[in-house]
């Protein structure tokens, strides 16, 4: 099957649903299909083979972060020539309706479309106000996906119709094995961090915080862009490694003793938790809606109440003093993620695909009225 999958966010930057489409892309590659990947990229950008570049993004404001988006006459006209030259069997889109790729290539196209939606979110003046030219997109879908129970109930009952809930997925054989960091390693006194430091929804600042209520001689491993002040009474604690390539990424989740996850709203799924699990470490998450479910409500991590550097601090001790609790933790996160393996994910996204082409719509075509 040859898949065309359009991509809404900046392929130079990292990022769940980037990371997701280019998960999926190689898996359906590694499964037989044809697949190329359209994204906002600088020109200049060092790509993969199967992917293309719309025009450089600019920084938009989008679910309380700043999402880097390319929507404009020029990724207008590289998306429709994208999609006449194709010949796609399926189209698949993620996120369509936000400002970006994914809108312009509903416009562009007509036939065998498909629409990942990974966001929750609540009806906004925005949306109210944009929902004409939302619905424009939207009819033009044959098959709808939602990540999570979060983002298909905001779907439904913003825009109604029916949508498959098919999870975010990791390449799980891919973090389970790493070197830790020089100089670090599992020793009974680490936490970790990735994610990005400027984002409040993150949750740093909150790990910051009980990190003064920790013993002295716990450590912090932080990866992921941004600043972020670190107090001075915490500088010899914790290590900012900034943006780390892929491999260190994973050495980084085997280099610390528990992975701390306290985001604090805006996930519907939880990529970095699949992937710390993955990788064996011992999670420590917020107790959000998203992370009760992937975490099977403490089966497969630890839990704090969310926002409170107290309960973060508190569950923090409980488990660097268990190593025994960390070790069935970890057993149990592995066992538990194995569900979320692309191998499984991708052929479940296929099962749509065949779904929509099989009704007699022919193949991607360009839309031009």
Not at 34 to 49: E, F, K, M, N, R
Not at 286 to 292: G, T
Request: charged share 25%; glycine share 8%; hydrophobic share 45%.
């Amino acid at each position: 099957m040859k898949v065309g999958i359009v991509c809404p966010y900046s392929w130079d930057m990292p990022g769940g649903v980037k990371q997701h489409i280019d998960d999926l892309a190689q898996a359906l590659i590694a499964q037989g299909h044809d697949v190329s990947v359209i994204a906002p990229t600088g020109d200049d950008a060092d790509l993969p083979a199967y992917v293309t570049g719309a025009g450089r993004a600019i920084p938009v404001p989008y679910n309380g972060s700043v999402a880097r988006m390319s929507f404009g006459f020029i990724s207008a006209a590289r998306v429709r020539r994208w999609v006449r030259d194709g010949s796609f069997d399926v189209l698949h889109i993620h996120e369509p309706l936000i400002p970006s790729l994914g809108v312009l290539a509903c416009w562009a196209a007509r036939g065998p479309i498909v629409a990942t939606f990974h966001a929750s979110f609540s009806r906004s003046r925005a949306i109210a106000v944009a929902e004409p030219l939302l619905r424009s997109a939207l009819e033009k879908l044959t098959g709808r996906i939602a990540v999570s129970d979060a983002a298909r109930k905001s779907l439904v009952e913003q825009f109604g119709g029916d949508t498959v809930l098919i999870p975010n997925g990791v390449t799980v054989a891919r973090y389970a094995e790493a070197e830790p960091l020089d100089d670090w390693g599992p020793d009974g006194r680490t936490l970790g961090f990735l994610g990005r430091l400027d984002e409040e929804r993150k949750g740093f600042p909150i790990l910051i915080e009980a990190m003064k209520l920790l013993p002295a001689d716990v450590k912090l491993l932080v990866a992921g862009p941004g600043e972020a002040k670190i107090p001075k009474s915490l500088r010899d604690r914790v290590t900012l490694l900034g943006m780390v390539s892929e491999q260190d990424k994973i050495r980084a989740y085997h280099s610390v003793d528990v992975f701390c996850a306290p985001n604090t709203r805006g996930e519907s799924f939880g990529i970095v938790l699949a992937e710390a699990m993955a990788s064996g470490a011992t999670v420590l998450a917020s107790d959000i809606p998203a992370f009760r479910r992937v975490l099977g409500e403490g089966q497969a991590g630890a839990m704090f109440a969310n926002g409170d550097p107290e309960s973060l601090a508190r569950e923090a001790t409980a488990l660097l003093e268990a190593p025994e609790r960390r070790a069935k933790l970890a057993a149990e996160a592995l066992v538990a993620v194995r569900k979320y393996d692309w191998s499984t994910v991708a052929r479940d996204v296929v099962r749509v695909y065949e779904t929509v082409t099989a009704s007699g719509a022919g193949r991607v075509e360009e839309d031009l009225l």
